[in-house]
C-alpha cells in the first residue's frame, strides 16, 4: 500500500470513528460555538470593537475548539490499547500522522465555516476578500492540525496529557494565530494585497509542520 | 524492565519455525514481556533478540507485518463495528477486505459483524482480536492468555485456529495459566520463572501429540 493510501486508511478510520461517536458536533462544536458567543457577550458593550476584534476571537475560538479535537483524537487510541494495533499494523509511522492530521484538519476546517457564520452574525462583520480568506483559513487549519498531532503523540500515555498538550500547543502554533489573525482582519478591511504575506506565512509554517510531523511521528509513537 | 527492575534477565530461548510452544509461569514471570518484547512493542534494553530474521536491536518495526499479538486488550476502537475494526487492521496490514472477512467469518463472527466493539461482550471481543491476527496471515502468532474470557464453543474455535498454524505456515507463542487446556495444543512447553526460561524436561509429558502431526 501507498504512502496515500495508508494515510487515507487511517484519516478514514478517524473520521468514522467521529461520526459514529458525534462527539465533534455534541460536543466540540457547541463549546466553540459558545467561546464566539462568551466573546460576543464580553465586548458587547463597545459594538465597534466587536469587528475589529473579530478575526483574533475567531481563532482564539478555533485554537480552544481544536484543543478538544486533538485531545479525542488521540483518547480513542489510549482505548483498548489501540494505539499498540497501530504499532503493531505496520503502517508507515509518517502516514499515519497524515492520516490523523488530516482528519482534524476536516474536523476543524468544518468547525471554522460554522464558527465563521456565527461570528458574522454575531460580531457584525461585513466579509470580503473571500478567496485569501479560504486560502488563509485551509493554511492555518492545517499548521494547527499538524502542530497538534504531533503534540498530541508526545503527550499520549502520560498522566498530565490533558494540561500538557494546551501548553505545548498554544506556543507552537502562535505563527498559526497570529497569521491567521492578520490575514483575515487584512481581508476583512478590504485589503487583500495586504493579507496574502501572511497567507505565505500560514503556507510556510504548515509545510514544516507536516514535514516535521512525518518524520518524527513515527519514533515519537514507539515512544509513548 | 518494570521500573527499575529487569523482567527478563537471563532469557535463552530459541524457537523453530511451525512450533507452537507454550509459555507457563506464575503472574509476572514475565511471559507478557516476553510476547510484547518478540512483538516489538518493547525495546530490548540489553543482550540479544531476533525474530523472524529481524534483529530487534537494530529493527523492531521491520518483522510487524509478518506477526500478530493478541494480548489482553483487544487493540480495538470501541465506536468502529466488528467488521469496521478488522477490516481497518486487515488493509493497514497491507491484505484485502476479503482476507478480513473471511477471518470473520472463520471466527464465528457473522451474526455480530454490524455491532460496534463498545458493545461486545468479553468473549466476543477476544474472538475479535485474534480475527484481526488471522486476516493478517502471520508467519508468527503471539497469543497472551487467550483462552480468558471465551466460553466452550470459543475455546474450540481458538483450538482448531492454534492447531492448523503449523499447516497453515505459521509458529505460536502462547502464553497460559490454563496449562490442561493449552496443553492440549501445544507442542512444546516452556516455564519462565523470576525472568528466566526454562525448558520443560523432555518425557514429562510436556512434548504434546500434535508434534508428530505436523512434524
Known amino acids: ?224 | 524492565m518494570l521500573g527499575r527492575f529487569p523482567a527478563l534477565a537471563g532469557a535463552d530461548l530459541e524457537v523453530e519455525a511451525g512450533e507452537i510452544v507454550l509459555l507457563a509461569g506464575a503472574n509476572g514471570a514475565g511471559k507478557t514481556t516476553l510476547l510484547r518484547l518478540c512483538a516489538g512493542l518493547l525495546p530490548l534494553r540489553s543482550g540479544h533478540a531476533e525474530v523472524l530474521g529481524v534483529d530487534l536491536a537494530v529493527d523492531r518495526r521491520a518483522m510487524r507485518r509478518s506477526l500478530a499479538l493478541v494480548g489482553h486488550e483487544t487493540f480495538c476502537y470501541d465506536d468502529l463495528t466488528v467488521q469496521e475494526n478488522i477490516r481497518f487492521a486487515t488493509r493497514a496490514a497491507g491484505r484485502s477486505v476479503a482476507d478480513a472477512d473471511a477471518a470473520l467469518e472463520r471466527l464465528g463472527l457473522g451474526r455480530a459483524a454490524r455491532v460496534t466493539h463498545s458493545r461486545l461482550s468479553q468473549g466476543q471481543r477476544r474472538r475479535v482480536a485474534l480475527a484481526i491476527a488471522l486476516a493478517r496471515d502471520p508467519r508468527l502468532l503471539l497469543l497472551d492468555e487467550p483462552h480468558a474470557g471465551l466460553d466452550e464453543q470459543g475455546r474450540s474455535v481458538l483450538d482448531a485456529v492454534v492447531r492448523a498454524a503449523p499447516s497453515e505456515g505459521r509458529t505460536v507463542l502462547l502464553a497460559s495459566h490454563e496449562l490442561d487446556v493449552a496443553r492440549q495444543v501445544a507442542t512444546r512447553e516452556i516455564r519462565i520463572a523470576a525472568g528466566r526460561v526454562h525448558e520443560e524436561p523432555a518425557g514429562a509429558g510436556r512434548t504434546l501429540p500434535r508434534a508428530e502431526a505436523w512434524a
Open chain 1, 1 to 224: 500500500m501507498t504512502f496515500f493510501k495508508e494515510a487515507m486508511l487511517v484519516a478514514g478510520k478517524d473520521l468514522r470513528i467521529e461520526r459514529r461517536s458525534r462527539v465533534a458536533l455534541a460536543q466540540i462544536l457547541p463549546f466553540g460555538g459558545i467561546v464566539v458567543v462568551m466573546f460576543a457577550f464580553a465586548l458587547d458593550a463597545d459594538r465597534t470593537s466587536l469587528p475589529i476584534a473579530a478575526p483574533g476571537l475567531f481563532w482564539a475560538a478555533v485554537f480552544l475548539a481544536a484543543l478538544l479535537a486533538i485531545g479525542r483524537s488521540f483518547t480513542v487510541e489510549e482505548a483498548n490499547r489501540a494505539r499498540d494495533g497501530l504499532r503493531l499494523s505496520g503502517l508507515d509511522g509518517g502516514a499515519i500522522f497524515v492520516g490523523k492530521a488530516l482528519a482534524i484538519a476536516v474536523e476543524l476546517f468544518l468547525l471554522e465555516v460554522v464558527l465563521g457564520a456565527a461570528v458574522i452574525a454575531l460580531y457584525g462583520v461585513s466579509v470580503s476578500g473571500v478567496l485569501v480568506l479560504v486560502c488563509a483559513a485551509l493554511a492555518a487549519t492545517v499548521g494547527l492540525a499538524a502542530t497538534g498531532t504531533v503534540y498530541g503523540v508526545l503527550a499520549t500515555g502520560l498522566r498530565a496529557r490533558d494540561t500538557l498538550v494546551p501548553l505545548l500547543v498554544l506556543p507552537a502554533v502562535t505563527p498559526v494565530m497570529l497569521g491567521g489573525s492578520r490575514a483575515f482582519a487584512a481581508a476583512l478591511q478590504g485589503s487583500s494585497s495586504d493579507a496574502w504575506p501572511w497567507v505565505q506565512l500560514l503556507v510556510a509554517f504548515s509545510v514544516l509542520a507536516v514535514a516535521a510531523g512525518t518524520m518524527a511521528f513515527g519514533p515519537l509513537l514507539e515512544e509513548g
